[in-house]
């Protein structure tokens, strides 16, 4: 059994924090091959809101690009999001947007694309917070990675994000490495410089669907190879995973982040479809038997110390 | 420095080695994240001839699946492959067949193609080596993986065979972990069993190209996110891997296996297509700079000990 005191010192006793550490304590009889634990990185191992860390980057890219040519300005989709118009961008719609945000990297390289997505999360700050943008994680949660890690568990981000935008920052955020992140992926070109050397471009289109709901099961299958026994989310789009992740042949656990404190962070709920209605992700949870962590009762700390 | 004498045991003293060494050597001053290693596995980690280990996978269940039904035996694909009729098979093309054997594991879950493929290869036997199938990976090969690893490098293998073929048995053959296998996909589709608990079912459609060529690149950056400091291979499949290790900012390295050694193995050339004309992959490589290794000349020992 471990020394419950002496591990996740940002968990408060309870019993989520008992249930959390009775399935690392049982896991130490699965083997190592299986101890594979997958998690969502907006709003579960970093805050999402107000709005999306990445689209901070776009429009921050976006913004340098417009000082260097005004015309971009004037592109509709670029037009709403540097106003704010949030009626222009409803009726634009989100994938749109995106297509044109992430339009602006088209042509760079991988290594290129990473630069500048380090900088930016190098540099910017969280208004509300209050607090660098690499200081936006959640300490528990950086704890609870750690743990798995120290019992032999391969940890996995599994991301709604751009792979390569979360690639850039994995390593350094949460000690995942490139290869043990799954996200939305756009296409590369393969191609030849002057000197006939091969060159990989980012081109503008997605590579497949984006990575949300059922694609996230089916992305860890064809990307990572192997089936979570744990998992870890904070919305409908976690659903999929969470419940695959209690599907095996040994006991699952499926940790459900609940977004309960404005004192700290933001509150707000999120749902999941389900066959026949929509479904608030905490009442899915709670009709599954997921462990639903909320982040004002279960948290003693919420971010790490500055 | 390293010991010279004391490390990769089956390798022959002379150029190919001290090359070999060398780049391992200088290669403590390239940071950790970037010491990332790509393998081909058919032909360069282990016998390709004369026929691929996964084919006679396939060929073996399909005989187990005509013992059961012998009308499946009429099938066009599968009269000529039982038959080996290489003019019916020829005429057919191998795509239709390849696509006619993987739709033999249409409904699988992913799980149970897994304990398919490694009861066979746990039994199988390689008739021309007389060896067991287990056995017919390549001693030296085997060492440098180790050699990379204990030198911090992440040795992924990057497969124009089926994904989930290899990575069945890549853990035990190889040290390699699941999510560091990248080859060629078969979709998953999602759904729900009775209980309304998810699953994953193997399709009999391939989830984008084989990966071959230039898409060994492009799926190395999508799946994995980091670029070779070093690669292997022995096909003109591989050319485009082997050329991007050596395009980043520190020196890389491309190895090319050649089978020259009828006498333990097979011997044998592959060519690639360049731009206007198709070219024996070793001359290739020489004019390219690749560290191309002799299997009778640079490898004293071919297969592990039995």
């Keep these: 059994m471990s020394q419950r005191a002496d591990i996740l010192p940002s968990w408060r006793p309870g019993a989520v924090r008992e249930a959390i550490i009775d399935f690392l304590d ?37 913004k340098t690009r417009v000082a260097a040519d005004e015309s971009m300005a004037e592109v509709p989709e670029f037009a709403a999001v540097l106003g704010g118009d949030m009626a222009a961008m409803g009726e634009l719609g989100l994938p749109r947007i995106g297509f044109a945000l992430t339009g602006l990297f088209e042509g760079l390289s991988p290594q290129e694309f990473t630069a500048l997505a380090r900088a930016f999360v190098d540099r910017a700050s969280h208004a509300a917070l209050g607090r660098p943008v690499r200081a936006i994680v959640y300490q528990p949660m950086l704890e609870l990675l750690d743990e798995l890690r120290r019992r032999d568990f391969t940890v996995a981000l599994v991301t709604g994000g751009g792979t390569e935008f979360v690639r850039a920052i994995s390593d350094d955020l949460y000690d995942v490495p490139a290869e043990l992140v799954v996200g939305t992926l756009i296409k590369y070109e393969f191609g030849r410089d002057g000197d006939d050397r091969p060159r990989l471009r980012r081109t503008g289109a997605l590579l497949g669907d984006a990575n949300e709901g059922a694609a996230k099961v089916t992305n860890i299958q064809t990307q990572l190879g192997r089936r979570p026994i744990l998992a870890g989310g904070n919305s409908g789009g976690d659903r999929e995973m969470l419940e695959w992740a209690c599907t095996g042949d040994t006991p699952g656990l499926a940790i459900l982040i609940d977004h309960d404190d404005e004192e700290h962070e933001f509150r707000y709920t999120s749902t999941a479809q389900t066959f026949a209605e929509t479904e608030v992700i905490t009442d899915v949870g709670a009709r599954l038997g997921w462990t639903v962590v909320s982040m004002a009762n279960d948290w003693d700390t919420v971010f790490p110390a500055l």
Excluded: H, I, K, M
């Design 26 to 62: 049982q896991s130490a009889s699965v083997p190592t091959a299986d101890r594979f634990a997958c998690f969502d990185n907006d709003g579960t191992l970093w805050c999402e809101r107000p709005t999306y860390v990445q689209f901070d980057f776009l429009v921050d890219e976006l």
